[in-house]
């Protein structure tokens, strides 16, 4: 089955604190891995995919084959992180295209 | 070059009655992806339409059903509402360019609640 977790459901940290998002994922074959995200009252929108191997907003995402994970990271939180986190996944499913979106994560940046 | 929308925003239906729901996708888009967002969860993939055809679907019964239409606009159809249909319903459009799927964007969503 195609599944995507996400074990945290609230993450609070400090500003200027590391911050870590974890995401694995189970998948037979070889997915596109996404990270959205959905600022207050704002819509859900592309943070960054695995192909594009970008980082963007200082937020970078590696995807580990062995371990079926791909954990957003950021070395210095901002308080404008603070927004809900979710990763997803595309590929091929037994009806043609899909795509699994995990709980999400809730960030919440402190001063 | 406009967003995606979605209309209505809110609507109340009872259980057994049927809804439909719109969604304009952004200009220059081929795709539409329609998801259900359960308060609390993440969004859950319904089905995707690429140039009027479906492309792909989720675990969805076939009372959730969709159209394209020649202009990239969709609709999302639901026969028989059941209470648990109560949700956030997002549209995203996107372009598939040769085997590429874009980025998707979504748009801002239509709650339905059904008592």
């Known amino acids: 089955a195609q599944r995507v977790t996400q074990p945290e459901k609230l993450l609070s940290v400090f500003k200027g604190a590391p911050v870590e998002l974890k995401c694995n994922y189970s998948?037979?074959?070889?997915?596109?891995l996404f990270w959205y995200v959905q600022y207050s009252r704002q819509r859900l929108q592309l943070l960054l995919r695995?192909?594009s191997r970008e980082s963007i907003k200082g937020f970078t995402a590696d995807l580990n084959k062995g371990e079926t994970s791909f954990h957003l990271k950021k070395p210095f939180a901002q308080e404008e992180d603070s927004a809900m986190y979710y990763c997803?996944?595309?590929?091929?499913?037994?009806?043609?295209?899909?795509?699994?979106f995990g709980p999400g994560t809730r960030l919440s940046v402190l001063p | 070059e406009t967003g995606v929308t979605q209309s209505p925003t809110h609507l109340i239906k009872t259980r057994g009655q049927q809804v439909t729901l719109r969604c304009s996708s952004q200009?220059?888009?081929?795709?539409v992806s329609w998801y259900q967002q359960a308060l609390g969860q993440g969004p859950q993939f319904i089905f995707q339409?690429?140039?009027?055809?479906?492309?792909g679907r989720g675990n969805f019964p076939p009372r959730f059903s969709g159209l394209q239409f020649p202009n990239y606009s969709s609709e999302l159809n639901v026969n028989a509402l059941e209470l648990d249909d109560s949700a956030l319903y997002l549209c995203?459009?996107?372009?598939?360019?040769?085997?590429?799927?874009?980025?998707?964007?979504f748009g801002p969503g239509t709650r339905l609640t059904v008592l």
């Open positions: 995203a459009s996107s372009l598939i360019s040769g085997r590429d799927l874009r980025e998707q964007f």
């Open positions: 998948y037979s074959g070889s997915p596109e």
């Open positions: 997803a996944l595309s590929g091929r499913g037994n009806y043609g295209q899909n795509f699994v």
């Open positions: 200009s220059g888009h081929n795709t």
């Open positions: 339409y690429y140039r009027e055809e479906e492309n």
């Open positions: 695995h192909i």
